[in-house]
Structure formats: C-alpha cells, structure tokens
C-alpha cells in the first residue's frame, strides 16, 4: 500500500475544479512568497530515512514555473499526438503525459552541468534541458530545424550544450552510457553528477546491473533513476518483475523511493540523492512512482492491459499539474481564472510551434550520408554505400 | 604481496616460459592461471607456431624482443611503408630510430605514447591493470596510476557503455575486450549506441572510443577464442575497423585508431603477438586508416587479406613463384572499414585475377564485399572468377582447426586455379 499523501492539500481548500463563481477578485498574492508544504513519504534502501526532509519550502514564483513548464509538456505531447495521427510524425512517438513531474523536478534540484540521459521517452526531458517546443516538434516531425537535424526523430533528442545526452532506442543501453558520463564528470575532479534515466521494463535488463555495479564499486555520482510507470509497454511490473519495490534492487547500492507525481518530492528526493552522489558516497537507486497516461507508444491504445477507471482515478486523484495549480490557489498566488489565461497563452505557443514545425525543411536528400563518421579535412562527410557508382566508389550522389 | 606485484612476478616467471625454444603462442600454465575463469581451454596446451611467415620465422629464430631489445645490433635506422596513398617512411635516426618490438609490445607502446601525449585518455578493460592476458598493457598502471588504467568487472556489454558514454562526453577512451569472441555481448552497444550517436544526434555527439580486441586462430583456441567477427562490425556503418598485421603497423594504427575522431574496433591477430617481431619507430607515429599496403608486388594475381592471414597470402606467393613462376601481388587492407577500394581496384586492374582470404567464415565474410566491388568496377580486366579462401561455414572448430584455416596450401590452390583458368 502506498503512502499518498497529497501535498499542500489544507483542509480548507479550494480545489481546481472549484467554481469560477467563487473566484474573488481580491489581488494575488506575489509571487516571491513562500508556503511550506509536507512531503509524501519517502522510503530507503540502505539510507537514513530521517535524513530525508519531511517538509519543503517552495514561493509561488517556483509554482508558477513548474506549472508553466508542465503545462507546457503536456500541451506538446497532446499536439504530437495529434501530429503523428495526421501523419506528420512517422515511427515511433512516446508520449510523457502524467510523468512530468519528474522532468521537471528533477531540473529543479541539478543544474545543467549535471549530465542528463534517458530512454525513448525524452521529448519532455528535451524542452526541461532548455530546447524549445518548436525544436522538440521540429524533430518529431523530421525537420532540419530539429535538435538533431531530422535525423533522430521522436527517440533521439539531444541538447549538448546542456549536457543532455538524450534519448536512446534500445532499452537500458542508457545505464552503461550514463555510468561513463559519471566516471568523467569524477575523472574530471568536478562535482557534477549523472543522472540515467530508465523505465520499470528496463529495470529488468542486465546491463543496468553492470552499470550499478560498475558505479558501486568506482562510487561514481550517478543516480539510476527508475520511472515506474507500472507498465513495460503492455506488461505491468507484477507480471515482470520479481521485486516490485525497485528503490531496493539496486541490492548493495543505496536506493530512494520517491513520488514521482508530486514535483516537490521530486524536487527535494533528487536534491538529496544529489548531494549524497557529490560527495562520493557513490551511486543511488531512485524509484519514481508515476503513471503513463497514454499508450506505450501511439500504436498502443493503453487500454487492452489496465481499466480505464485505473487510469481515471490516476487522473482524479495523482495528477501532477493539478497538484501545482492547486497549491497556487491555494497559497494565493493564482485564480482558476488567472491560471486559465496562462493555459491559453501556452497552448497558443504550442500552436505556433506546431504551425512552424510543419512547414520547416526537411533535411535535403544529401545529409543520408552526412554524420555517419566523422566530417574528412575537407568538411566532406562522404560514405561508400551511398552514392550512384560503380561498385563502392565515390561517384555523383543519387 | 599485493596484487600488481602477484602480476609482475608471475609475468617475469612466465617470460622465462616464453624464451623457450618452443614458442607458446599465448603463454604457459603459469600465465594463465593467475586470470583464471574463461581462458581454461587455452591453458597447458603448449602452442606450436602454424604460420608460415617471414615474421613468425624470425620470432623462432631469435628470443622475444621484450626483454632483450637492447641485444639487437644493426637494427633499421628507418622503415618505409608501400601505403596505396604513397610511400611513409618512419622511425628515423632524428625521431629515436627503431626497437625490437613484437605485436604485443608495439600496442603496449602504442598505449603508453597514447597515455603520455593526451592526458584525457584512459585504458581500461578485464584485467588490463594487471598487463591483461596477452600483457599488452603491462606497466602502463604503474606508469599513469589506477585512475587512468583500471580494470572492469567481468561485463562486455557493460565495459563497451561505459566507454560510449565516457568518449561522449569527451574523454579519450580505450577500452579492451579480452577475447574477440567476447565482444558479441557488447555488440548491441558497440553496433546500437557507438556506431549511431553522431548520426542519431545530426552530429551533436559521437562516440570517438577504441575498442582493442585479441581476435584469430591461435593452433588451439576452440570455439571462444579463435574467431574473427569483423564482418559483423564493418557491415555496421558509423564504426571504423582495423586490423594490424605486425609490430610496425599495429602501432601506427592503434595511434591512429585511438586519435581517430570515430569508433574504431582494432582487433589484434593474437597469434602474432610474440610470433611477430620487427624493429620498430620508437617515435610517435600514426598510419592512416582506410589506406591498404602492397606486400609482395606482383604482376599476375592480387592476393587481398588482413591481419595474420597476410603471412600466409605472402607464403603461398612464395610458393607459387616457386613452384609456377607465377608472380602474385599481395595487398594488406589494414583497415577493413572503410576499406582501401581503389588500391584493390587498381592492383586486380593490373593484374586480372583477385584472390581473398580471410579466416572468418566464407558466408557473409569481408571477402565477399572485396569480390563484389570488384566484380562492377574492375569486370573487364577480370581474366578469372574472383577466388575466395577462407574458413568453412562452421563454428571455430577446436580439433579441426587445421582443417579450417585457410592454409598456405589451400591459398596456394586458389592461385594457381585463377591462373590457370
């Protein structure tokens, strides 16, 4: 039985489904005030539970940045949806919508000198590492305006400049990669850290038990974060999982269940997974609890292994952006009313992204054979194979 | 008695097993029994050198060079090297001149110049700290420290992201895979993660890591320890491969292959080791990839193959001058991928007839590729159909090897066939 305790919930508040007729037109509080909220549990593996914080700390402005940024990720995940069912977005698209509170609260207590990787659901991970919607849409749709040129599509986002090392195809080939990442960042003598990302299916890969026990043995500052959103594609972690408690399959490695809904959970459990990594103590195994909305992928309907009232009550009772949107109202920091005008201001920007996304180029017919290896002296990117020849000779392109 | 010193005492017992005049090719019991686990079928059983080679029929004929480099008098001031791209001379009296050096101890060289001239780059792989099993990384911890030399658990798929991740994010990795054969657990990495991050990413990131691996026949290695899976990595676009066939090339490529801004699997015939001695440029010097080399010139076949298998092509050409007068051509690839078209192309042009012989597999092999391409750009200068030798569509035979390897005289056949054709 999990402890939910549904932060910054106070008896007497309002909730988001409130009437727009008790709206007052009193003036909002600012934004620079704070509230302190109590923290679902957390639970431990081989860690001190009472070191764990209890309670935080968070001002309106923080609320008001997390609502925007997730408001933000689900309005695009809806929009590629949209576009991959129109057909602008071809082969794979998996959709983040009820997990962006991990995205963004663990942005919230790492900065970008932390590396960042992750599996095939990195769209959301994209836009907190600092792309933008368009940028995000762009690759999706398989234009050369995208992060990565077109040439990735849905699973391949990338933002080097921020250190996010993006989206991987295969799954759990992130844990190894993001075990490197974290010998650099220690080889280096910085205090950044790793964080890999992965799901509850790939929990059960063996490369992700190399990697933990690779960064165990060196203590390497790397936090193997598992999203258990309850379902590897079609399978639920009961039917493939033999432990379903996944903070404590890291076995010998600390391990820090967290409620993956509540972005301030995530926000303080990270921070304090961080920290312990910066100081040498050596890797940790997070659990994020969290839930998928949609379908594995958009093939997947998501309705043929769990019930929709499952997925219903999730919605009712767990959701992270209602979570936020309440705390604003309730700390005085926003109205239904005001709330509604920052949601119509997003999706007319998720719009336009959407708008510049379809009409962007797509990569010309050469860039086939661009970045296959490395770029010669000349600047040429030139690969046998490719080329109307004679055999495997360099000859005029197709 | 620490670990390193368990090491260095067994290594200088066993350099004692290693001066006998029967040459193991992979070291005695004593070797090997310090790094236990897979390595069982490879121990005891006293190797026997099968080549027939000028290299290998030096290495029997003087002691190894590792530990009597300094007894050699007269050696090369310089080698000069028939690359397709034009003659490369190195290892001159300016730059140090040259040293003894045998396979193992030109990559051990080749690692040391790789650690000294760029402090980013790191070794690291299954028992390298202790020098690894064939020792080609012997000294280099003591030398650079444990932070820059280290070994790994027992983990290819693991040790092989690690390194990706590693050389993303800027590092100069070079990571071991103990055995060839070993690297099919870390295949998925290497053919899913290396060979595809520049291109999944537009060019945003690459992974620019060097994957050492001891590959080949070796008179005994059974089924998991004898094979030669380069077709797997050069049907894998985004990797570079590269196979040295002596000390002197094995240096200048590994340099090559470690400052090489692209994924390279370097697989290191391990038959040719200790059995492959030739002075050596002491200097730091690169050999470029993609760049084949003519062996023997030739007018009336070109003989194409790689890594060890070249000592044998050069044999049989021996053989075939003598026994046929027929003057054969052989060509070194080098680098497997991307490999040397036009040197093939022009050589087969000159000469009319084309042999291939690798000992991986003949289904799917490089020499298929080699005689195809061929085939579209060099067809009206064929005088024969183009030959293949190589190993049988079987697994690595252990009592069979002799059967399998595509030998002197099975090579020397496909000669005098595309010859007499």
């Known amino acids: 039985m999990l402890i939910v305790t549904v932060a910054g919930v106070r008896s007497k508040s309002r909730s988001a489904a409130a009437p727009a007729a008790e709206e007052s037109s009193a003036p909002l509080r600012p934004l620079e005030e704070t509230e302190t909220y109590d923290l679902p549990a957390f639970k431990t593996h081989r860690m001190d539970l009472d070191s764990l914080p209890t309670s935080t700390t968070a001002s309106g402005a923080q609320l008001q940045e997390y609502f925007e940024s997730m408001y933000r990720m689900r309005r ?39 590396y960042l990787i992750t599996a095939y659901r ?71 850290i790793a964080i890999t990302m992965f799901g509850d ?26 999203e258990n959103n309850r379902y590897g594609m079609g399978t639920s972690t009961a039917r493939a999982a033999a432990s ?40 940790v195994y997070v659990e994020m609890d969290t839930y998928r909305y949609k379908g594995h992928s958009i093939s997947d309907q998501g309705t043929g292994y769990r019930t929709t009232d499952e997925v219903q009550s999730m919605k009712a009772s767990r959701d992270p952006i209602d979570q936020v949107k309440t705390m604003l109202i309730d700390g005085g920091w926003a109205t239904l009313q005001s709330l509604k005008g920052v949601e119509r201001s997003l999706r007319k920007q998720v719009d336009a992204a959407v708008e510049f996304a379809k009409k962007a180029p797509e990569p010309p017919p050469e860039h086939l054979w661009k970045d296959v290896l490395s770029p010669s002296a000349s600047g040429e990117s030139v690969v046998r194979g490719t080329l109307v020849t004679t055999g495997g000779k360099v000859g005029t392109p197709l | 008695m620490t670990l390193a010193t368990v090491a260095r005492s067994v290594a200088a017992r066993a350099g004692n097993v290693w001066a006998l005049p029967t040459l193991p090719l992979l070291g005695g019991g004593a070797a090997t029994a310090v790094w236990g686990r897979r390595r069982a079928a490879l121990q005891t059983v006293p190797a026997v050198n099968t080549l027939s080679s000028p290299s290998a029929a030096l290495s029997e004929t003087k002691r190894p060079a590792h530990d009597t480099a300094d007894t050699f008098d007269a050696l090369p001031p310089s080698v000069t090297l028939p690359l397709s791209t034009g003659p490369l001379s190195v290892g001159t009296a300016a730059t140090g001149g040259t040293q003894q050096m045998n396979l193992f101890t030109a990559v051990n060289d080749a690692l040391r110049i790789a650690l000294e001239t760029d402090e980013s780059a790191v070794v690291f792989g299954e028992d390298v700290a202790f020098g690894g099993v064939f020792r080609c990384t012997q000294h280099l911890r003591d030398a650079f420290g444990p932070d820059r030399v280290f070994n790994t658990p027992l983990c290819e798929q693991g040790i092989a992201g690690f390194g990706i991740g590693l050389a993303a994010s800027g590092v100069t990795a070079v990571a071991e895979i103990q055995f060839a054969d070993y690297s099919l657990p870390a295949y998925d990495q290497l053919a899913n993660e290396a060979a595809k991050f520049r291109y999944r990413s537009g060019g945003a990131y690459s992974a620019g890591l060097t994957v050492r691996m001891p590959c080949g026949a070796v008179g005994h290695g059974g089924l998991y320890h004898s094979q030669s899976p380069e077709a797997l990595f050069c049907a894998t676009p985004g990797l570079k491969v590269v196979m040295p066939r002596d000390p002197v090339r094995a240096k200048g490529l590994l340099l090559a292959s470690i400052r090489d801004a692209n994924p390279v699997i370097f697989m290191e015939p391990k038959a040719l080791y200790r059995a492959s001695v030739a002075p050596t440029p002491v200097e730091d010097y690169e050999l470029p990839l993609g760049v084949a080399e003519t062996v023997v010139p030739g007018r009336d076949v070109t003989l194409v193959g790689w890594g060890a298998q070249v000592h044998v092509l050069v044999a049989a050409a021996a053989r075939a001058a003598a026994e046929d007068d027929i003057s054969a051509e052989v060509l070194d690839l ?88």
Request: one cysteine or more; glycine letters at 14%; hydrophobic letters at 40%.
């Open chain 1, 201 to 226: 299916g790939a929990a059960n890969q063996g490369q992700i038990f190399e990697a933990l026990n690779m960064a165990q043995l060196w203590r390497l500052p790397i936090i193997f974060m598992c």
């Open chain 1, 76 to 114: 695009m995940e809806t929009k590629a949806d949209e576009l991959y069912m129109t057909g602008h977005v071809r082969g794979f698209c998996h959709l983040y919508n009820g997990q962006e509170a991990v995205a963004v609260g663990v942005e919230a207590a790492v900065t970008y000198e932390d």
């Open chain 1, 122 to 192: 990195n769209h959301c991970q994209q836009l907190a590492r600092g792309d933008t919607v368009e940028g995000v849409l762009s690759e999706l749709t398989g234009r050369v305006t995208g992060c990565s040129g077109g040439k990735g599509g849905s699973m391949h986002l990338y933002k080097p400049e921020n250190r996010y090392f993006g989206g991987n195809g295969i799954v759990g080939a992130q844990g190894p990669l993001g075990t490197g990442l974290a010998f650099a960042a220690k080889y280096g003598g910085t205090r950044n």
């Open chain 1, 244 to 283: 379903g408690d996944f903070y404590t399959r890291g076995d010998y490695a600390a391990g820090l269940y967290i409620d993956g809904m509540n972005v301030l959970s995530v926000r303080e459990g990270i921070a304090y997974a961080a920290e312990r990594c910066r100081t040498g103590e050596g890797p």
């Open chain 2, 334 to 421: 080098q680098t497997l991928c991307p490999w040397d078209v036009d040197a093939v192309v022009a050589s087969v042009k000159r000469t009319g007839r084309l042999v291939v012989s690798h000992e991986a597999p003949l289904s799917g092999g490089l020499g298929g590729e080699v005689a195809a391409t061929v085939a579209a750009d060099a067809f009206l200068s064929l005088e024969a159909p183009v030959k293949r030798v190589c190993g049988w569509d079987t697994p690595f035979p252990l009592a069979h090897e002799k059967y399998y390897v595509p030998n002197v005289e099975r090579c020397l056949e496909a000669i005098k066939d595309v010859v007499a054709f």
